[in-house]
């Protein structure tokens, strides 16, 4: 890799943890506590232009690849920090930019990319459908120059703190179709002048992801905010995937880095008969162990996030990152509960917090399981179980 790239790279994760030292774990802590926004991290994450840098920059962002945005999300992980609150606004626009009119692009990215306007709702999970998206209810039903919505999600996140809305419907009836993939189509809802009722109830979760039940009755949105043809919805949606992964396994490194710096310090810093925990085999090897599965996570997540930036087929490497990542920093994650005692379950030490945040990474956005399906399945040609 030429040498000024890596160095750049280095400059990103360099400036990312400046900025986290502003919000050192105390006010992570807080965050999690009292369940808020961590609304000034986000303003200073804006601010710094880094949710923005996926845009290309005749749209006013940075024009950088994934590989960048990762470094971003890891760094903040790293810090202790949780970009959850923020990061889908780095990567929903995608399906925009990948399939939105030029049209669509001029009037939403520029202002996407400044913050002034929020895109970070992506509304696709359906209490009745779960992980099988094609089976989605929630209508979408054309009636001259707009669509009625109507139907229930679950499981959304930031609904409250975003303006606009990545919305999937069902715009053919499923016993309709021949395809099973086709029927869904995508769309922009502009949640902060909305026709009809859209009613939005925070669901209480063990991580605050400020998610939310969402129904729609009536709700109203312009044929114009449809995203690319009708029917396509489906496929849209899965060309954002392989980023959504990719990102995710960044974060899940970030975890596991700070889970294994915070367990090998505290190992070799807490005595107990009279020795260093860390000199016991049972406490250092399996730290080694976890540091090891993290390290070869981050090769595959980089092997991943290299072929998605040359426009390569991905899906096998990032399905395999965020498999082997977040389960490798789930793996830190129990390491450092185990080395810390019953310290790890005091909330100023942030073990416990961290350990349910990289939790949620095997379950979403999407269940490991769904990953070793699409391997199975596509990648080994083994029969499909859905
Ligand atoms: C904090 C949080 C935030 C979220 N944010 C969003 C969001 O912003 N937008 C959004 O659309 N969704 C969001 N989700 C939803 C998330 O994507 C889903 O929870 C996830 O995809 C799994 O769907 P499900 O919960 O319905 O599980 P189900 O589909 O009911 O699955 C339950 C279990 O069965 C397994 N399973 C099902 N079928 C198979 C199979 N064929 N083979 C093997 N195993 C199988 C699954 O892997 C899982 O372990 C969020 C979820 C959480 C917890």
């Known amino acids: 890799m030429d040498s000024s790239v890596q160095e750049d790279r280095q400059a990103i994760r360099q400036a990312v943890r400046e900025l986290c030292k502003d919000f050192p774990s105390a006010y992570w802590r807080d965050i999690d506590k009292y369940e808020k926004y961590p609304q000034d991290f986000v303003n200073a994450l804006t601010a710094s232009e880094y949710l923005a840098v996926l845009i290309p920059e005749e749209y006013g962002g940075a024009g950088l ?3 960048e945005a990762g470094i971003i999300l890891e760094e903040i992980n790293r810090s202790g920090g949780n970009p959850g609150a923020c990061h889908a606004q780095m990567y929903t626009m995608g399906t925009l930019l990948r399939h939105g009119s030029e049209e669509q692009k001029r009037r939403y990215l520029p202002a996407i990319a400044k913050g002034d306007l929020r895109l970070q709702a992506f509304a696709v999970t359906e209490p009745n459908a779960g992980s099988e998206t094609t089976r989605i209810e929630t209508r979408a039903v054309r009636k001259g120059d707009r669509y009625i919505v109507n139907g229930q999600k679950i499981f959304i996140s930031r609904a409250k703190q975003s303006d606009l809305m990545l919305l999937l419907a069902r715009t053919t009836p499923y016993d309709e179709l021949k395809d099973k993939t086709q029927g869904l189509s995508v769309f922009l809802v502009d949640m902060r002048n909305v026709k009809g009722n859209m009613q939005i109830d925070p669901l209480d979760m063990m991580v605050n992801h400020h998610t939310n039940t969402i129904f729609f009755e009536d709700v109203e949105v312009p044929v114009e ?3 690319g043809e009708e029917g396509k919805g489906f496929r849209y949606i899965i060309d954002g995937w392989n980023v959504e992964r990719i990102l995710v396994a960044s974060e899940a490194i970030g975890d596991g880095r700070w ?9 070799r810093d807490r005595v107990v008969f009279g020795r260093p925990i860390g000199a016991n085999q049972g406490i250092q090897f399996p730290i080694a162990q976890a540091y090891a599965r993290v390290e070869a996570a981050d090769l595959m997540r980089f ?4 072929k998605f930036d040359r426009k390569e087929k991905c899906g096998a490497e990032a399905n395999m990152a965020k498999l082997l990542a977040s389960e490798a920093s789930w793996e830190a994650a129990n390491v450092c509960l185990n080395t810390y005692g019953g310290y790890g379950f005091a909330r100023d030490y942030d073990v416990e917090r961290k350990f349910r945040e990289t939790r949620l990474l095997t379950v979403a956005p999407v269940s490991n399981n769904l990953g070793l399906a699409f391997l199975g399945q596509n990648v080994l040609g083994m029969p499909k179980s859905y």
């Open 65 to 67: 690849g994934v590989t």
């Open 225 to 227: 905010n449809r995203i």
């Open 259 to 267: 889970f294994i710096d915070r367990a090998s310090s505290y190992a």
């Open 303 to 306: 092997d991943a996030a290299a």
